[in-house]
């Protein structure tokens, strides 16, 4: 295969799980025995580093109606809330009319954190239920996959562009990398979150290799680093 990030061809195993089910499906009763399994196998990126899965399944199978809620953990809210309140009073603390985007959005948890502090919210959510549950609670919602297509789309601009958790599940990582930058200010922000393989080393969590993140980062990422021209990514 070639590497998810530079294309390489330099890839070598680093851990083989064998053969796993998908590990966010709830069985029903009469479910059990039915699942399907596919392989889960780790590879270093000899090029850039980055390790990887090397099977991918299907956004719509993982994500086109998953049950995962943002919102049932307190410290992850707590978290989201501290990220809203660092961005802004960094970055936009004094600015009118400011937009975030989040892409995987869930719940709205984080999208609640950035409108009490004045912001207008969209997100983008790809489970049908769980978007339907943002919008009734008043976060504005859509029901898609992120896309480049979608994200070139909006008539607006986003002075933060928010992705926490989801960056690393996208399959085609690039197309989606330029959308977002078509969709960001040229003063604007874009926050990601993801697992850092460092620190699943340290604490031997090999249950943090599963199918759902394609990729880890083995780099601390920097406070702030330039991409691609003014706009600011920030980690």
């Known amino acids: ?3 998810r990030v530079c294309d390489s061809t330099d890839l070598d195993l680093a851990v083989d799980l064998n053969d796993q089910p998908w590990c966010n499906h709830f069985l029903r ?9 596919y392989p889960l196998r780790l590879l270093f990126c000899h090029q ?13 199978t993982m994500f086109g109606d998953h049950t995962y809620l943002s919102g049932v953990t307190k410290t992850l809210s707590l978290h989201f809330q501290n990220v809203a309140e660092e961005v802004d009073q960094r970055f936009f603390k004094h ?18 954190h950035y409108k009490k502090l004045g912001y207008e919210v969209l997100g983008i959510e790809s489970s049908k239920g769980i978007a339907s549950m943002a919008n009734v609670a008043g976060i504005e919602t859509l029901n898609e996959f992120a896309s480049e ?7 607006k ?6 992705a926490a958790g989801v960056f690393f599940h996208l399959e085609d990582l690039h197309a989606i990398t330029e959308g977002i930058r078509e969709a ?4 604007g922000v874009f926050v990601i979150q993801f697992l850092y393989m460092k ?9 943090q290799i599963y199918h759902e993140i394609f990729f880890k980062f083995l780099h601390e990422a920097s406070d702030e680093f330039s991409f691609s021209g003014s706009k600011r990514f920030n980690f």
């Not at 009763?29 to 399994?37: D, Y």
């Not at 850039?48 to 719509?60: I, R």
């Not at 297509?149 to 008539?155: I, K, N, W």
């Open 1 to 3: 295969m070639n590497c």
């Open 29 to 37: 009763k009469e479910e059990v025995g039915t699942e399907r399994f």
């Open 48 to 60: 850039c580093h980055t390790p990887q899965l090397d099977f991918t399944v299907s956004k719509e």
């Open 95 to 112: 600015v009118d009319h400011k937009h975030v985007l989040d892409i995987g959005s869930n719940d709205g948890t984080q999208l609640q």
């Open 149 to 155: 297509q979608l994200l070139r789309g909006f008539s």
């Open 157 to 162: 601009k986003f002075h933060v562009i928010n």
């Open 184 to 187: 960001l200010r040229e003063d």
């Open 199 to 207: 620190r699943i080393v340290e604490n031997l969590a090999f249950d």
